[in-house]
């Protein structure tokens, strides 16, 4: 990751790994923020700032 920063493909296989290792959060919050940065869909673009603004308090409960 240090070596290739902008290698989004590494950012996912970190995600797994983390997974792997027991720490969904952080899993789930890397992809959500990969997901809002790199999507071309519509509905996705639309979200994108809620999305980071929940990846970045995950735990939170939305009334």
């Given at each position: 990751?240090?070596?290739?920063?902008?290698?989004?493909?590494?950012?996912v296989?970190?995600?797994?790994?983390?997974?792997?290792?027991?720490?969904?959060?952080?899993?789930?919050?890397?992809?959500?923020?990969?997901?809002?940065?790199?999507?071309?869909?519509?509905?996705?673009?639309?979200?994108?700032?809620?999305?980071?603004?929940?990846?970045?308090d995950?735990?939170?409960?939305?009334?």
């Open positions: 990751m240090k070596e290739f920063p902008q290698a989004r493909e590494l950012q296989f970190l995600a797994m790994t983390l997974y792997n290792l027991g720490d969904a959060k952080a899993a789930v919050q890397s992809l959500l923020i990969l997901l809002a940065q790199t999507s071309c869909d519509a509905g996705i673009a639309e979200y994108k700032r809620a999305i980071e603004l929940y990846a970045g995950i735990d939170r409960v939305w009334p």
